[in-house]
C-alpha cells in the first residue's frame, strides 16, 4: 500500500512557526519528487513546496519562499515543512503529495492537516 500521513498542523498566531510532517508507509524513495499542496476554502489547491527525494532540490510558491522551508529525511522516511513567520492568508488544509516521475501529476495524497493562523 501507499500512504502518505500528514501531522503537524493546529492554530498558531500571526508570525508563529509549525512544523508538518508527512510520513510515507515505505521508502521515499519510491518517488521522485514530494510535496506540499494548501486548499483554502472556496479556492484551489496551489503549490507549496516541492522537494526531489535523491538530490533535495526545492521549489517554493513566491508566497512562501523564505518563510518556508521543506526537507526530507529517507532514514525517517518522512518529509517535512517548516512555516515560520505565519500570516492569516497561510490558513488552509495542507496535503502531502508524492509523484513517481520527474513530471507528471501527484497522484499520492494523505487526508490532509488543517493549519489556522489567526489572533
Known amino acids: 500500500q501507499e500512504q502518505l500521513v500528514e501531522s503537524g498542523g493546529g492554530l498558531v498566531h500571526p508570525g508563529g512557526s509549525l512544523r508538518l510532517s508527512c510520513a510515507v508507509s515505505?521508502?521515499?524513495?519510491?518517488?521522485?519528487?514530494m510535496g506540499w499542496y494548501r486548499q483554502a476554502p472556496g479556492k484551489q489547491r496551489d503549490v507549496v513546496a516541492t522537494?526531489?527525494?535523491?538530490?533535495?532540490?526545492?521549489t517554493y510558491a513566491d508566497s512562501v519562499k523564505d518563510r518556508f522551508t521543506i526537507s526530507r529525511d529517507s532514514a525517517k522516511n518522512t518529509v517535512y515543512l517548516q512555516m515560520n513567520s505565519l500570516k492569516p492568508e497561510d490558513t488552509a488544509v495542507y496535503y502531502c503529495?508524492?509523484?513517481?516521475?520527474?513530471?507528471?501529476?501527484?497522484?499520492?495524497w494523505g487526508q490532509g492537516t488543517q493549519v489556522t493562523v489567526s489572533s
Open positions: 503529495g508524492a509523484r513517481r516521475a520527474l513530471g507528471g501529476t501527484f497522484d499520492y
Open positions: 515505505g521508502s521515499i524513495f519510491r518517488f521522485y519528487v
Open positions: 522537494i526531489t527525494t535523491r538530490g533535495g532540490s526545492t
